[in-house]
């Protein structure tokens, strides 16, 4: 499970395999899928390196 330090969210592992093939699916046309795509697909893939970065740029790209 990651936390996102800022509000203290929290993000399963479960959640993390389900998204990247919602993204695929993308029934909402998401305007920046790709950077979803790029994002989730490392979080999957265990590579947490950029979290810190990453976290904000969804939550950015969410508002």
Do not use: C, G
């Not at 993390?16 to 790709?34: G, R």
């Not at 740029?57 to 508002?63: G, N, V």
Request: net charge positive.
């Amino acid at each position: 499970m990651f936390t996102n330090r800022s509000n203290k969210t929290e993000i399963t592992k479960k959640r993390i395999d389900w998204l990247p093939s919602a993204v695929s699916i993308d029934k909402m046309m998401l305007k920046h899928k790709n950077v979803y795509k790029t994002i989730l697909t490392k979080w999957k893939n265990n590579n947490l390196t950029n979290l810190d970065d990453d976290a904000p740029t969804i939550k950015h790209l969410q508002s």
